[in-house]
């Protein structure tokens, strides 16, 4: 996203050097160290549930190096839309290397222990590498890079990126990603707005905010009534697209590459949820920091609360109905992908032309009312001689109805943000040692400081 504050690691190294007398190789341990998400999250106890494996995720940004130590072999071919050509190669940008390694990079040297892990380790990247503003391109927008990246087997869209405005084609290719059950999680933006882009406020749509180490929101977060979830988004390492250099970054484009892995950890696990049943786990194992329990939910800062990517694995959440939290896109008729709901199942035959009702319609219709006013007054009039009225019908309400509710302070919400109970988790503020050392975090602060977190074999 072009509204990044971005760091090189490579441009510190030698005052770190000077400072320790440290060789590259335990430079190199420090980027791992310093990728505070992964211990905030429980890290080595999620990758005992999932790792992504089988998920391929597309990351429509900058072209992603697929040779970078950390991501090589967990990069696709994909496409540039660019110049026509692949996009796993190194584009005139570090940003999708960077989102892609927070997705499904795995580290490199004994044990893939240095360098940066992604929170999804055994997924797949798929590269839409995309036009800067004012660049030249194919004339391509982000229908065009929706559209390859679904047609492409992508089951989780990561779209770190904020368009200016929608057409009805880029509005078309979101209900298409809709139909097929691909989960399209998009940034909410880093101008403190309190109104959400067009892109990231579209029907469903995963708005994605950020907070920082102790759970609070990043002051330069967007905000609006669509927002749905936020995640580390302040003080993030992830790769360069030059090989041995990696990046330190606040933003919502990082926020949104862990939303995206958590939903490939998810998707991996549990195969037969849909798109929305996915965001719904999400949002019903999300988190609050101490002192915003009380928020009614969704709140315009932090939508249903903070992931947490282990809760989400592991705790016992009803399926809830196929679209979750996610409304549904409408899609333009005359493109043929039809508007019918994301778990309808409906779709209207391409070419198939609509005239308006035919008579069999309008009398099917005028039956259905003359029954609904017949049983109403069969009611009213029971009702009447019983002399009481009986109870509304309906369960609990909610998006997507059954087995969907707002999250409310209970069993899923943890008494600290990004604290999970067990042997990982050691007592006092969190500080990173090395070249980078940041300020200690306040009394209470999350995370805890665990053991080095251990990848999953490759």
């Given at each position: 996203?072009?509204?990044?504050?971005?760091?090189?690691v490579?441009?510190?190294m030698?005052?770190?050097?000077?400072?320790?007398?440290s060789?590259?190789?335990?430079?190199?341990?420090?980027?791992?160290?310093?990728q505070?998400?992964?211990?905030?999250?429980?890290?080595?106890?999620?990758?005992?549930?999932?790792?992504?494996?089988?998920i391929?995720?597309?990351?429509?940004?900058?072209?992603?190096?697929?040779?970078?130590?950390d991501?090589?072999?967990?990069?696709?071919?994909?496409?540039?839309?660019?110049?026509?050509?692949?996009?796993?190669?190194?584009?005139?940008?570090?940003h999708?290397?960077?989102?892609a390694?927070?997705?499904?990079?795995?580290?490199?040297?004994?044990?893939?222990?240095d360098?940066?892990?992604?929170?999804?380790?055994?997924?797949?990247?798929?590269?839409?590498?995309?036009?800067?503003?004012?660049?030249?391109?194919?004339?391509?927008?982000?229908?065009?890079?929706?559209r390859y990246?679904v047609?492409?087997?992508?089951s989780?869209i990561?779209?770190?990126?904020?368009p200016?405005f929608?057409?009805?084609?880029?509005?078309?290719?979101?209900a298409?990603?809709?139909?097929?059950?691909?989960?399209?999680?998009?940034?909410s933006?880093?101008?403190?707005?309190?109104?959400?882009g067009e892109?990231?406020?579209?029907?469903?749509?995963?708005?994605?905010?950020?907070?920082?180490?102790?759970?609070?929101?990043?002051p330069?977060?967007?905000?609006?009534?669509?927002m749905?979830?936020t995640?580390?988004?302040?003080?993030?390492?992830?790769?360069?697209?030059?090989?041995?250099?990696?990046?330190?970054a606040?933003?919502?484009?990082?926020?949104?590459?862990y939303v995206?892995a958590?939903?490939?950890?998810?998707?991996?696990?549990?195969?037969?949820?849909?798109?929305?049943?996915?965001?719904?786990?999400?949002?019903?194992?999300?988190?609050?920091?101490?002192?915003?329990?009380?928020?009614?939910?969704?709140?315009?800062?932090?939508?249903?609360?903070?992931?947490q990517p282990?809760?989400?694995?592991?705790?016992v959440?009803?399926?809830?109905?196929?679209?979750?939290?996610?409304?549904?896109?409408?899609a333009?008729?005359?493109?043929?992908?039809?508007?019918?709901?994301a778990?309808?199942?409906?779709?209207?035959?391409?070419g198939?032309?609509?005239?308006?009702?035919?008579?069999?319609?309008?009398v099917?219709?005028?039956?259905?009312?003359?029954?609904?006013?017949?049983?109403?007054?069969?009611?009213v009039?029971?009702?009447?001689?019983?002399?009481?009225?009986?109870?509304?019908?309906?369960?609990?309400?909610?998006?997507?109805g059954?087995?969907?509710?707002?999250?409310?302070?209970?069993?899923?919400?943890?008494?600290a943000?990004?604290?999970?109970?067990?042997?990982?988790?050691?007592?006092?503020?969190?500080?990173?040692?090395?070249?980078y050392?940041?300020?200690?975090?306040a009394?209470?602060?999350?995370?805890?400081?665990?053991?080095?977190?251990?990848?999953?074999?490759?």
């Open positions: 996203m072009s509204f990044m504050r971005m760091l090189r490579s441009g510190v030698l005052a770190g050097a000077l400072v320790f007398g060789a590259p190789a335990a430079m190199a341990d420090q980027n791992r160290d310093d505070w998400p992964l211990k905030a999250f429980d890290a080595a106890n999620i990758w005992k549930e999932s790792t992504g494996k089988g391929t995720v597309a990351v429509i940004d900058d072209p992603v190096n697929g040779i970078h130590p991501l090589k072999g967990n990069v696709l071919p994909g496409k540039s839309f660019i110049d026509g050509g692949r996009g796993d190669r190194k584009g005139p940008g570090d999708g290397t960077g989102m390694s927070l997705i499904a990079g795995h580290g490199h040297g004994a044990g893939n222990a360098g940066v892990m992604g929170l999804a380790p055994d997924a797949k990247i798929l590269p839409v590498g995309r036009p800067q503003v004012g660049a030249g391109s194919e004339n391509s927008g982000p229908g065009d890079w929706i990246a047609d492409h087997d992508a989780v990561n779209m770190s990126i904020g200016a929608l057409t009805d084609s880029d509005r078309s290719a979101l298409y990603a809709a139909q097929k059950d691909v989960l399209v999680v998009v940034a933006g880093n101008s403190g707005e309190t109104k959400l892109l990231a406020a579209s029907p469903g749509i995963v708005a994605v905010g950020s907070v920082d180490k102790t759970g609070k929101m990043w330069k977060s967007n905000s609006g009534s669509q749905m979830l995640a580390p988004g302040v003080e993030i390492t992830s790769a360069s697209a030059t090989p041995g250099q990696y990046r330190l606040d933003g919502t484009s990082d926020s949104t590459a995206s958590a939903a490939a950890l998810l998707r991996s696990k549990f195969p037969d949820l849909s798109a929305g049943q996915i965001a719904n786990r999400l949002v019903k194992s999300a988190g609050l920091p101490p002192g915003k329990k009380g928020l009614e939910l969704p709140d315009p800062h932090y939508g249903y609360g903070f992931i282990l809760k989400a694995l592991t705790a959440i009803p399926a809830g109905s196929k679209n979750g939290p996610l409304k549904t896109p409408k333009d008729p005359s493109t043929g992908v039809g508007g019918a709901s778990g309808s199942g409906g779709q209207q035959a391409s198939e032309k609509d005239d308006g009702l035919g008579t069999g319609a309008i099917g219709i005028a039956v259905g009312v003359l029954v609904a006013v017949t049983v109403i007054v069969i009611v009039v029971r009702q009447k001689k019983n002399g009481r009225n009986g109870p509304p019908n309906g369960g609990p309400g909610g998006f997507g059954p087995g969907f509710m707002p999250q409310q302070p209970g069993p899923f919400q943890q008494p943000p990004y604290q999970h109970p067990g042997p990982y988790q050691q007592p006092g503020p969190y500080q990173q040692p090395g070249p050392q940041h300020q200690p975090g009394p209470g602060a999350f995370p805890p400081v665990p053991p080095p977190v251990q990848p999953p074999g490759q």
